[in-house]
Every structure is written in structure tokens, then in C-alpha cells.
């Protein structure tokens, strides 16, 4: 899996907009981007994936530069369940033998009242 | 929606003890993981199963330790003698391709179990 740097932690307050950045400058042309996100004493859960531009689903939006280098994970008016760590994963997503999700440290997001 | 499920939640074992954590994995997947999460670090892969074999497993998931999906349905992990440091949360996780399609990075986990090893 490329090498991912995301920052460790983060403070919000309720109703703003939460942007988190991840680096993957050694992404390779074939590599996705996956974000999960784990609530306290809960096991990760899958929340967004993308190749390029701007994905967005009920959870998150996305974004990806041109040259992929890093992506910006956007939770719109987070609320206090938005608490969790956030994860950044980078990695093939064909090809290969058998392989397995490697979670970084990921990123701590406190959403304060 | 279907969800991965863990029994126990919680599980209290003396050391040198053997304990065996449950899962049962959404229906239709094929492919099952084991991870870990020890208190304030990182989620650590364990062991991944297919086909009724291990697929690939890390440094952690020594002799120590073994799966078995016994009767088609549940996904279990034995520790045959538990250590202090093994006391973590164990998350259970099943995906219906496997990683080698983009659907294979979607994997779904239980609620983990906590083991206490005294």
C-alpha cells in the first residue's frame, strides 16, 4: 500500500464543515483512495472511495487534485457523532495476490459543542 | 442492512488460558479477516480466510493462533494460550470480492470483541 501522512488530530465545533487532508505522493496509476471512519469501541467503517476529481455520497464529498498526490476527505456541518478517527487508505485496487487493509493511525476528530 | 456479528462482546480469560472469539459474517461474503486493536493504537491486520483457507496472515498471528469457519456460517479465532498482550479488541471483518476489486476495500466489520487477559 502507498504511504499515507494524515494529520493526527483535529478540533470542529458543531454545524462547520470539517476538511481533512491526506498526502499519498507515491500513489501509483492504478491506485484508489479509501476513506473509513471508527467510532469509539466500534470496528472501521467504509464511508467513501475514489479515483479522481470530486466524489461525493450521504456521508462525505471527496476531493482529489489532478495529480493525486492527495485528497481531502469533506464532512459538511459535522455534528458531535462525527467524533471518530477518520482513515486514509491508498492502495491497488486489482491485480495481485490476496492482500489486506493496512489502517494507518488516522485522523483524531473531535467535534465540540 | 447485514451486518458482521461478534460474540462475546467482552471475554475475561486468565493467562495461559485458550479462548475462541465468534463471528458471523454477512451471508454471501467469501472473504473474512481478522483484526486487532489494542487500547489507543492502531487497527492491526491479523490474518485474512478464503476458501476455507488462510490467504495471508501478519508477524502477529502466530502459532498461537488459528481460524476455522466450521459450519459454513460462523468465522472463529482461537487463542490457545493467551497472553498479557493479547488483550485487545478483536474486530471481525468479511467483504463479499476481496481486495483485489475496488468492492474488495468496502470491508464490513462487527463491533469487536474486548479481551481481557488477567
Known amino acids: 500500500l502507498a504511504k499515507t501522512t494524515q494529520p493526527i488530530s483535529m478540533d470542529s465545533y458543531e454545524g462547520q464543515e470539517v476538511n481533512i487532508t491526506c498526502s499519498h505522493n507515491n500513489i501509483a496509476t492504478n491506485d484508489y483512495i479509501t476513506w473509513y471512519q471508527q467510532f469509539p469501541s466500534q470496528g472501521p467503517r467504509f464511508i467513501i472511495q475514489?479515483?479522481?476529481t470530486k466524489v461525493t455520497n450521504e456521508v462525505a464529498s471527496l476531493f482529489i487534485p489532478a495529480d493525486r498526490k492527495s485528497s481531502t476527505l469533506s464532512l459538511p456541518r459535522v455534528s458531535l457523532s462525527d467524533t471518530a478517527v477518520y482513515y486514509c487508505?491508498?492502495?491497488?485496487?486489482?491485480?495481485?495476490?490476496?492482500?489486506?487493509?493496512?489502517f494507518g493511525k488516522g485522523t483524531k476528530l473531535s467535534v465540540k459543542p | 442492512e447485514p451486518e458482521v456479528t461478534q460474540t462475546p462482546s467482552h471475554q475475561v480469560t486468565q493467562m495461559g488460558q485458550e479462548v475462541i472469539l465468534r463471528c458471523v459474517p454477512i451471508s454471501n461474503h467469501l472473504y473474512f479477516y481478522w483484526y486487532r486493536q489494542i487500547l489507543g493504537q492502531k487497527v492491526e491486520f491479523l490474518v485474512s480466510?478464503?476458501?476455507?483457507?488462510?490467504?495471508?496472515k501478519s508477524e502477529i498471528f502466530d502459532d498461537q493462533f488459528s481460524v476455522e469457519r466450521p459450519d459454513g456460517s460462523n468465522f472463529t479465532l482461537k487463542i490457545r494460550s493467551t497472553k498479557l498482550e493479547d488483550s485487545a479488541m478483536y474486530f471481525c471483518?468479511?467483504?463479499?470480492?476481496?481486495?483485489?476489486?475496488?468492492?474488495?476495500?468496502?470491508?464490513?466489520f462487527g463491533s469487536g470483541t474486548q479481551l481481557s487477559v488477567l
Open positions: 487508505l491508498v492502495g491497488m485496487n486489482y491485480g495481485g495476490s490476496q492482500g489486506n487493509l493496512i
Open positions: 475514489g479515483y479522481k
Open positions: 480466510f478464503y476458501n476455507n483457507e488462510i490467504s495471508e
Open positions: 471483518a468479511s467483504n463479499p470480492t476481496g481486495i483485489e476489486s475496488l468492492e474488495g476495500w468496502k470491508l464490513f
